[in-house]
């Protein structure tokens, strides 16, 4: 069992930044992946951007050189740093990590925070 908690999210003028960040706890040995994902009304839910635990990112082409994702393992935390936010960004968005235990995969979900650019 693992629970994900999001925080940071919030209302930002057109090219603002934000920073969200995502805390893992419950019993596990340590998590395969991370990553954020965002889900505006009427639209499917959709990667933002998602990390090994090795560190090896992956953006959407729409972030590309304004989204940061890292990670603190000793925390079982990830992050993702916002810059040069458009009102396209607007959207709840979703921390998922991936833990493997034996050959069984799980995955898990956060609430999900609310990102609101304004123009």
């Known amino acids: 069992q693992v629970q994900l908690v999001e925080s940071g999210g919030g209302l930002v003028q057109t090219g603002g930044s934000l920073r969200l960040s995502c805390a893992a706890s419950?019993?596990?040995?340590?998590?395969?992946?991370m990553g954020w994902y965002r889900q505006a009304p009427g639209k499917q839910r959709e990667l933002v951007a998602d990390?090994?635990?090795?560190?090896?990112?992956n953006y959407a082409d729409s972030v590309k050189g304004r989204f940061t994702i890292s990670r603190d393992n000793a925390k079982n935390t990830v992050y993702l740093q916002m810059n040069s936010l458009k009102p396209e960004d607007t959207a709840v968005y979703y921390c998922?990590?991936?833990?493997?235990?034996?050959?069984?995969?799980?995955?898990?979900w956060g609430q999900g925070t609310q990102v609101t650019v304004s123009s």
């Open positions: 990390i090994s635990s090795g560190g090896i990112a």
């Open positions: 998922k990590g991936v833990v493997v235990v034996l050959i069984k995969r799980r995955e898990y």
């Open positions: 419950g019993n596990f040995a340590s998590i395969n992946a």
